[in-house]
């Protein structure tokens, strides 16, 4: 048996499940090359919603800030979280556009880039794949987007699993970012995929519901190869297990990960100050380190539930959020059962809070939610009704292919629209995914290198998507 890797998640999906992903690069720096030194199987670093963030937020270059972290961390393989099609936006982009961001990606320090379509639809991976394989050492990983209902059995997640290998990935992520494993469940799913396939498997759970530790064991025993864990200061709550914790429990047996508690603790030291600092700045919420029994409830990520509430305060409703949450497994099962992961988390929330709010189901749809109705995300898990995609799309063509097959080239498009503001390549893809907000950050870019003092970054607006 060989010993457990771990990927640390603490700079990317632990702050972005506990602090709405606002840890900022001068927040990271002190620390980098004491963690390149632990022997960490790889980091999480980069994608999912921090390029939105340093943009909109923090007024960081998200492409400077990976360069920042290649270099201080040379001995450690990076990782990013990669939303296929969608890229790290919200929209299907067209394949020159992908290819060149995985390309510019990898150029930029990325090693393993683990790639997800939140409808387990593998027409929308495919790309991303071949794009990541063309680049020297570059390690494509896709992740099963996990979730429940009478259609996701064993064997659907086997199925898939295998339509992945043959896509051909490096390896493969069970990725349940709800919560919504248990440790039994975990054994059985985890056994299954790794019978099926002859490439690594990786382990992601968030400990929402207080059972990640436990999931993280039975699936090591499974035969799992990699998990993923966060330091203990931003672990627990909606984040993940903690580092710390897991070594130790793996210690002296023969799934020893064979990492260092001292210099781990040396690390746990380090982020227990940023802790302090981030709970006084009130950027964490208390509540999101409690654990939620609600999530195997609902079904209901925690990242969603927090953009669920804001969206009924904003709206005076706060106390229809228990309603809400009743309407949202009603939402998705006229939606095609999508799981719930950036976007559809966010369509299928959204639409959710205006058929409460309402007090008629779908008196108001938005244009993202017709648009998962209409198949401009790709093919849901199961086939949505006819007479209700009628009732949401109208007289408009339903999407049968893949929806990028109905995109052309645009890269030379994007770069003609910013060609004002680019400073570097990568400027260009910052445009495709965050167009007004990219040119707002590129503005300020520029005023600060004519001297002209702007500050308009809003660090305290707290938005957090579901990767």
């Known amino acids: 048996m060989a010993k457990i890797k771990i990927t640390e998640t603490v700079l990317r999906d632990a702050h972005q499940s506990l602090l709405a992903t606002r840890m900022t690069l001068d927040d990271m720096l002190p620390i980098l090359s004491t963690m390149d030194k632990v022997g960490f199987y790889s980091a999480e670093v980069w994608g999912g919603a921090t390029f939105d963030s340093c943009l909109r937020f923090l007024d960081e270059d998200p492409w400077e800030r990976l360069r920042v972290i290649r270099r201080e961390m040379p001995n450690t393989k990076l990782q990013m979280l990669f939303r296929g099609q969608n890229m790290l936006g919200y929209r299907h982009y067209a394949d020159d556009v992908l290819e060149y961001f995985v390309q510019k990606s990898v150029a930029n320090g990325i090693d393993i880039i683990r790639i997800f379509d939140a409808l387990n639809d593998i027409r ?3 790309t991303a794949i ?12 896709v992740a099963i987007s996990y979730t429940l209902g009478d259609v996701f059995t ?20 069970i990725k349940d970012m709800a919560a919504l494993l248990t440790p039994y469940r975990t054994y059985e799913l985890t056994k299954a995929i790794k019978e099926a396939v002859d490439i690594p498997v990786q382990l992601h759970t968030h400990y929402t519901s207080g059972l990640a530790s436990m999931c993280l064991l039975k699936g090591i025993e499974a035969g799992a190869d990699i998990i993923d864990t966060a330091m203990s200061p ?38 227990m100050t940023l802790r302090a600092k981030y709970i006084e700045e009130g950027l964490i919420d208390q509540k999101m380190l409690a654990v939620n ?25 706060e106390d229809q959020l228990t309603a809400v949450m009743e309407e949202v497994p009603r939402v998705r099962r006229d939606a095609g059962m999508p799981p719930l992961v950036t976007p559809t988390s966010q369509i ?44 949401i799309i109208g007289d408009e063509e339903p999407i049968e292919c893949r929806p990028a097959d109905l995109l052309k080239p645009e890269l030379d498009q994007l770069r003609q629209e910013c060609a004002e503001w680019i400073e570097q390549e990568e400027d260009v893809l910052s445009y495709a995914q965050f ?33």
């Open 348 to 391: 299928v929330g959204t639409q959710a809070v205006f058929n409460v709010i309402m007090g008629e189901r779908y008196k108001t749809v938005t244009k993202e939610f017709k648009g998962l109705v209409r198949g401009e995300y790709g093919r849901t898990p199961v086939p949505i009704d006819p007479e209700f995609r009628k009732r």
């Open 293 to 317: 029994a609600n999530a195997l409830i609902y079904q209901v990520p925690g990242g969603m539930l927090s953009n669920l509430l804001s969206q009924l305060k904003q709206a005076g409703k």
């Open 124 to 126: 929308n991976l495919e």
């Open 234 to 271: 931003l672990a627990l709550g909606t984040s993940h297990a903690p580092t710390e914790s897991m070594v130790a429990a793996l210690q002296g047996t023969e799934y020893d990960t064979g990492l260092d508690l001292i210099l781990l603790n040396e690390i746990r030291d380090y982020f």
């Open 435 to 467: 167009d007004q907000v990219a040119i707002k950050f590129f503005e300020r870019r520029r005023d600060k290198r004519y001297g002209i003092d702007a500050d308009h970054s809003d660090k305290a607006a707290k938005v957090h998507p579901v990767s």
């Open 130 to 141: 071949k794009a990541a394989k063309r680049e020297a050492n570059a390690h494509a990983q």
């Open 154 to 173: 064993t064997e659907y997640y086997v199925d898939y699993a295998k339509q992945i290998e043959n896509a051909g990935a490096d390896s493969i992520c």
